[in-house]
């Protein structure tokens, strides 16, 4: 079966320490999406990815960083620099053509011990 | 600048009843328009979408037109049932830009 994959389905943190999200697609698409999921806040765009070995800033990238070696990956750190990281984070993935429609994992709940 | 404004929530209705979600939104150019479900515990499921003025999208008796001249894509839907209790997201994607801007999100609690 398609689809996306996200793992762990929870994650813990703990002061001062760097944590990786994975995300997996076997899609074949070449668009690949982070948003971060707040109560009451809707999703804000973390970072994207159009073509393997590129990716640009979303609205909300400080203390995150990401990379894109290979087509069906496509991780995220979560840095000791961000400050407030509870939350639910979800990754989508698409085609990267025009009016296309997003693909998302079942998400990575975050969580700050 | 670019921004989705949906009507806020909750929303809760007895099964049967009938369902509007109001969605306006901001942008320059044609955008598309989708609406999408959030299940407890769950990612993002595409319900519908839009592509063009006049166009309207339907799934699992969900149904919303994309108004250019009101800017919106109200949803509807004419009969309700517990499992459509979720959270639904409103969405846009600029033309050009190949990312999509979101709406704070509408949750809704059918009860029997």
């Known amino acids: 079966d398609g689809g996306i994959t996200q793992s762990p389905k929870y994650l813990f943190r703990k002061e001062g320490q760097n944590v990786t999200l994975s995300c997996e697609q076997n899609?074949?698409?070449?668009?690949m999406y982070w948003y971060r999921q707040d109560p009451g806040q809707g999703l804000r765009l973390i970072y994207y990815s159009h073509i393997v070995n590129d990716f640009q800033k979303g609205d909300i990238a400080e203390g995150y960083s990401v990379s894109r070696e290979k087509k069906e990956s496509f991780p995220l750190t979560v840095t000791s620099a961000q400050k407030n990281p509870t939350a639910f984070y979800l990754c989508?993935?698409?085609?990267?053509?025009?009016?296309?429609?997003?693909?998302f994992g079942p998400g990575t709940r975050l969580l700050v011990l | 600048g670019n921004s989705v404004t949906q009507m806020e929530g909750p929303v809760t209705l007895s099964e049967e009843a009938f369902l509007t979600i109001n969605c306006t939104y901001t942008?320059?150019?044609?955008?598309?328009l989708f609406w999408y479900v959030q299940y407890p515990g769950e990612g993002l499921q595409l319900l519908l979408k839009a592509t063009k003025a006049d166009d309207k999208g339907s799934n699992k008796g969900f149904e919303a037109t994309y108004r250019k001249e009101t800017t919106s894509f109200h949803l509807e839907k004419g009969s309700v049932q517990v499992s459509d209790s979720a959270v639904y997201f409103c969405a846009f994607d600029q033309t050009g830009a190949n990312n999509l801007f979101f709406g704070t999100g509408t949750r809704l609690t059918v009860i029997p």
């Open positions: 989508a993935s698409s085609t990267g053509q025009g009016s296309e429609t997003q693909y």
């Open positions: 942008a320059t150019g044609y955008p598309s």
């Open positions: 899609l074949n698409h070449d668009a």
